[in-house]
């Protein structure tokens, strides 16, 4: 039986799953092995160097299961670690693998949709306060005014179930008021949490409809079938034909639970111990 070699898809907890959803949909020839590290959720709130070690943990662990290539599916990891995995892990110990994320694919593309030049991001704490969205967008977009808002209450409402209740439509419209409130030019806002997207409706329904509201998930999997384009070497590595796999760090019947509600399907996940825990 031929080893397997999936693309790995990893998130702190189960936000990822709206990402490898979309994978799926596009590219469904491959093989894909997930991992949620709910044993250390949230990420949001911690330090650059804990977010660093976490991930940094979690992408080894995907190395040890054969990825050529692993997807960092969590804006924070993405924001926190990405870039010292890419300059100074995958050098020295793998430098025939790669780690991508999912900030750099979405600017990269977003200043194409705002016709005011002035963009919205909603996101966690972390996010917000690593200015990656505003750093990276200004790169390819200098003209483009990046306005933020930190959420620190929509992933804990969303995980918890709460998120449709008449309390969490308070903090949904209360944070979007805050956001709309440092500029009346915002023509496009950006849901830069990979949990926001099971809220989306009730987003809309808080802002004008002449602002638009996208979701990463779609961009991400774009951005990932033009790299595979883009990179033989790569594509060339990744098996293909099986089930995708689900991992945990933390219990299995909890994670199945939730996960459904964010891969849109039922799943069966496995438990896995990092070599740190």
Excluded at 76 to 94: E, G, M, N, W
Excluded at 183 to 210: G, K, N
Excluded at 235 to 259: I, N, Q, V, Y
Aim: with cysteine.
């Amino acid at each position: 039986m031929a080893a397997q070699h999936p693309i790995g898809v990893f998130d702190s907890g189960y936000g990822g799953l709206t990402v490898l959803k979309e994978f799926i949909a596009l590219l469904p020839q491959y093989d894909y092995l997930y991992l949620g590290d709910n044993a250390r959720a949230p990420y949001g709130t911690r330090s650059f160097e804990t977010v660093y070690e976490y991930t940094r943990a979690c992408v080894e662990w995907f190395f040890d299961q054969g990825c050529p290539l692993v997807i960092l599916a969590c804006n924070t990891a993405s924001a926190k670690a990405l870039r010292t995995i890419q300059q100074k892990d995958l050098p020295a110990k793998y430098p025939g693998k790669r780690v991508l994320g999912v900030i750099r694919p979405t600017a990269e593309m977003i200043g194409q949709c705002s016709k005011s030049k002035s963009i919205g991001i909603l996101a966690t704490t972390g996010t917000v306060k690593s200015m990656s969205y505003p750093i990276e967008i200004n790169k390819f977009f200098p003209d483009i005014a990046v306005f933020q808002q930190d959420c620190p209450l929509w992933v804990p409402l969303i995980e918890s179930h709460e998120y449709e209740t008449e309390g969490a439509d308070y903090f949904i419209g209360k944070y979007i008021q805050q956001l709309l409130a440092q500029s009346a030019d915002i023509d496009t806002i950006l849901l830069a949490c990979t949990h926001y997207p099971l809220i989306a409706d009730q987003i809309r329904r808080h802002l004008p409809e002449q602002i638009q509201l996208l979701s990463q998930g779609p961009i991400v999997a774009r951005s990932l079938a033009d790299y595979l384009q883009r990179h033989p070497e790569i594509e060339s590595l990744l098996s293909k034909g099986h089930p995708p796999r689900f991992c945990t760090t933390d219990e299995t019947a909890d994670f199945d639970l939730h996960a459904g509600m964010f891969f849109g399907a039922a799943l069966q996940s496995e438990l896995v111990r990092l070599k740190n825990h």
